[in-house]
């Protein structure tokens, strides 16, 4: 761990530059110095691995950017569970953490890899035991779980601190349940980038338009 800490900080931290630009789009990355390379990006950090490192991954938050105190706390809080990454380190604007391998239910549908019922059940399950912990599961979207091995994993817990309800997981397994899974279970074919982010911008909207809407009820009644 040392020696890592030693890379992140005399190679990764001193050369990479990471921008949020807009708080509701993935954050800009660049000036990635070699050996390492990015895993993902998310709307405030990015997640990076280095070669020899594999079994790490280190989300460095953009200048700015709240919410890494918070991070910390939620993997605290969760300990060890087989859906979820675990936090080695926590540094002032980096975190070191154990890193899930496969391949976001987003990709999985650009690549027309089926996602398997057995992985939604496991990320229900997960859920279920984050509430237990006394977290309230929050931004579970295609970006954020992954499928490996036909199983179900969470990568991005940051927001399990907030208040407020949130209702994108549901929206999400009823796509699957109406949608995805009719077509899947005759046949599983790529799905478009431009159309996934055409869905992902719409559905987007569509939450803003419902949360101001129930809003405007709230002061009505």
């Not at 997640?47 to 991070?71: D, L, S, W």
């Amino acid at each position: 761990m040392d020696k890592l800490l030693e890379q992140i900080t005399g190679e990764l931290l001193g050369q990479v530059n990471i921008e949020s630009v807009n708080p509701l789009e993935p954050v800009k990355v660049s000036g990635v110095p070699k050996p390492w390379s990015v895993l993902g990006t998310g709307n405030y950090a990015a997640v990076f691995c280095r070669q020899g490192a594999e079994e790490f991954a280190v989300k460095i938050y953009a200048p700015g950017r709240p919410g890494i105190e918070e991070e910390a706390e939620v993997y605290c809080r969760l300990g060890q569970h087989p859906a979820f990454s675990e936090c080695y380190y926590a540094g002032a604007d980096f975190l070191i953490l154990k890193r899930l391998g496969g391949v976001t239910f987003y990709d999985s549908m650009q690549r027309g890899i089926l996602i398997t019922g057995q992985a939604i059940e496991d990320i229900d399950n997960a859920l279920q035991y984050a509430r237990s912990r006394g977290l309230r599961p929050h931004d579970i979207h295609a970006k954020n779980v992954m499928l490996r091995d036909g199983r179900g994993l969470i990568v991005d817990v940051s927001d399990f601190l907030k208040d407020d309800d949130c209702s994108m997981w549901e929206d999400f397994k009823r796509l699957y349940y109406r949608l995805y899974r009719p077509v899947a279970s005759r046949r599983v074919f790529p799905v478009p980038r431009l159309i996934l982010e055409t869905v992902r911008r719409g559905y987007r909207l569509w939450r803003r338009r419902k949360q101001r809407r129930s809003g405007f009820n709230d002061l009505k009644r």
